[in-house]
């Protein structure tokens, strides 16, 4: 007789435990390893981001057959990514999982979710006009998330590279890495000081087109300036002095600063110039920043203000590591760049958990692969009853107490 198949797979090589043999199977009903997921739920329907995405792109789809609608599939693919599971491919898997069910307003017996080639589908459907429109309803959104018109505001520009292994579109050569990929560009936000809106970049946005649009639109700057052999004449003596003064305290590090008034042959006018020389065992190191601030002094702008951009790139290493931002392997630029989209509506979701952590807390400094360890992947058993849905999470999870506190607070902070 031929042996007959099982259903569900079963774990081999599991030593007995008390003199019982253990036997593993991937056959529970109606649970999931995503418990918590239902808190992001909450922030995405108060944020909207789905529906705002969904409004840019034309359907042409037949309405009357239409069974996941595009708002569905993006919420879907957010919640994926926010929950870890960045490869389209796992909602082959998620789409008849109980939890993502509840999370996009289904009970556990409907119908499964969208397949990876819906999402697939979706991912190439937007042109370079929707993508327009996305991206600034993404800038409507960002603005809308203020309760009151800031006064102040930086905004810190950063790009990260992302290596590509095959033809895509778009795709160049980046020597430095040594490799093909893409450069996205990200815009993060940060405290301002003594300024409406200033924009903080490194030294290669630092153009004359740049410096042209702040002042057309009267934004301040703060941006890096590649040394030239013109700017480094400006610190020759400076550099020689410093790099004495080490050398007299044993190759302790010296840092000192000058201002001079100068610009490169492409630029509009002259501008204010900040030089930062540092002096040590390991040589002279020299940097340079332009900036339209005045009445503060060059030291103060270059450390309390520009050395504070670092903080991009650790929002930009959050973006691309813990959100898998870098999973642009489409052949069009233009599904990739609906895929970047989706990695930052996800990033909104995770950064608004956290924002809901108490005050002061280590919960408010985490980063997102913690937090969606410690809060989203939580084993939950869904029972369905006349009236209500019952979720059963495991007895014995850590910080009970931040998941009323998180629910609590985010219809105040998201309303």
């Not at 922030?43 to 708002?71: K, M, N, Q, S």
């Not at 979706?122 to 006064?151: I, Q, T, W």
């Amino acid at each position: 007789m031929p042996a007959t198949a099982e259903p569900f797979s079963t774990l081999p090589g599991l030593l007995p435990i008390c003199g019982k043999a253990v036997e593993a199977r991937f056959d529970a009903a109606r649970m999931s390893s995503d418990g918590g997921l239902l808190t992001l739920r909450e922030i995405e329907l108060r944020l909207g981001i789905a529906d705002r995405f969904a409004a840019c792109i034309p359907d042409p789809r037949a309405p009357e057959r239409v069974v996941h609608g595009l708002d569905e599939i993006i919420r879907f693919r957010m919640l994926m990514i926010a929950a870890g599971y960045e490869d389209g491919i796992d909602a082959d898997s998620l789409r008849a999982d109980p939890m993502f069910k509840l999370a996009m307003d289904r009970l556990p017996e409907h119908r499964d979710l969208c397949s990876q080639s819906t999402v697939s589908r979706a991912e190439n459907l937007p042109d370079m006009r929707a993508l327009l429109r996305k991206g600034r309803a993404m800038v409507d959104h960002y603005c809308e998330s203020f309760r009151k018109v800031p006064r102040r505001i930086v905004l810190d520009i950063d790009d990260t590279f992302d290596a590509v292994h095959g033809g895509q579109q778009l795709r160049l050569f980046n020597a430095y890495y040594d490799e093909y990929g893409f450069q996205p560009i990200v815009v993060f936000d940060d405290e301002g000081r003594r300024v409406e809106i200033l924009l903080r970049a490194d030294s290669h946005y630092c153009t004359p087109e740049v410096l042209r649009f702040c002042r057309a639109r009267r934004l301040d700057y703060v941006l890096g300036v590649a040394p030239t052999t013109t700017l480094r004449r400006h610190v020759t003596t400076l550099e020689a002095t410093t790099t004495a003064r080490a050398a007299r305290a044993g190759g302790e590090k010296r840092r000192r600063f000058k201002e001079f008034y100068d610009g490169a042959a492409s630029w509009d006018r002259v501008e204010r110039i900040i030089a930062r020389v540092e002096a040590g065992l390991q040589g002279v190191d020299t940097r340079f920043i332009v900036i339209s601030l005045t009445g503060m002094r060059g030291r103060t702008v270059y450390q309390d203000i520009y050395c504070a951009r670092g903080q991009a790139e650790n929002h930009n290493k959050t973006w691309k590591t813990h959100l898998a931002a870098d999973r642009t392997s489409c052949y069009r630029a233009t599904a990739n760049q609906m895929r970047l989209f989706l990695h930052l509506g996800a990033y909104w979701l995770m950064w608004n958990l956290r924002a809901a952590m108490p005050r002061r807390s280590v919960w408010r400094v985490a980063q997102f692969n913690t937090l969606r360890l410690r809060l989203i992947k939580l084993a939950a058993r869904v029972e369905v009853l006349k009236r209500k849905v019952r979720l059963h999470l495991p007895r014995a999870t850590p910080n009970q107490a931040i998941f009323a506190h998180a629910l609590n607070r985010l219809p105040r902070m998201l309303s």
